[in-house]
Structures are given as C-alpha cells and as structure tokens.
C-alpha cells in the first residue's frame, strides 16, 4: 500500500518518541487505533452497500430477461396459430373427425338413445 520498509517505521516511531513523549504516546497510538477502526467500518459499510446494489441490479436483470421471455412465448403462441389463406386458392374443409360425428340413430342400431 504505502511501501513504508522497517527502517522507514523505526524513523517514525523514533521521531514519534522525540515530539510526542513516551508519556502521551500510548493514548495517541490508541487514537490513532480508534480513527483506522472507524474508517474500517466505514469503508466496510460501503462495500456492503455497493454490493447490495450490484445484486438488485442483476435481479433486475434477470427479472427483465425472463419478462422479455415470456412477452417471446406469447408471441410466438400468437404466431404459431396458422391460419387459411383466404381466396378462391384456398383449401377445401377437412372433414371432422370421427369422434365428432354425431351418433346414429337408435333405430339404425336397435338400441335406445342415450340421453345423459
């Protein structure tokens, strides 16, 4: 960080000694301790909330992806209804299908009709 050596440290701390005092010295260092822990905690708390941000931000990304997803499906289901061409080059009607015939008659098949 600062690339302070141990010859650099033993300077200050012997220049500390000379201007301070050994007597005021152990309350300033605890000063000093008390103004690193404070900024710490700061710059922790920061953090923190820089990451809790990045982390909405992604949600939200995600929440949009998976929007635009599903306004895709609900397009494509709209699409996928194909329907005739009109005009005289049209198809004729496919017939029903067979489960859609009515049933016969119960005198074609000597049996009453079922009502229910």
Request: cysteine-free.
């Amino acid at each position: 960080m600062l690339d302070i050596g141990w010859t650099e440290m033993l300077m200050i701390a012997v220049i500390a000694i000379v201007v301070i005092g050994p007597r005021d010295l152990p309350k300033m260092l605890k000063t000093v301790g008390g103004w690193v822990r404070k900024a710490r905690a700061t710059v922790r708390e920061l953090q923190t909330g820089i990451e809790d941000m990045a982390r909405e931000a992604e949600l939200d990304e995600v929440k949009k992806s998976v929007e635009s997803a599903t306004r895709m499906d609900d397009w494509l289901d709209d699409k996928a209804v194909v329907k005739p061409p009109a005009g005289p080059s049209a198809p004729a009607a496919a017939a029903p299908p067979a489960s859609a015939a009515p049933p016969p008659a119960a005198a074609e098949t000597g049996k009453p009709a079922k009502l229910w």
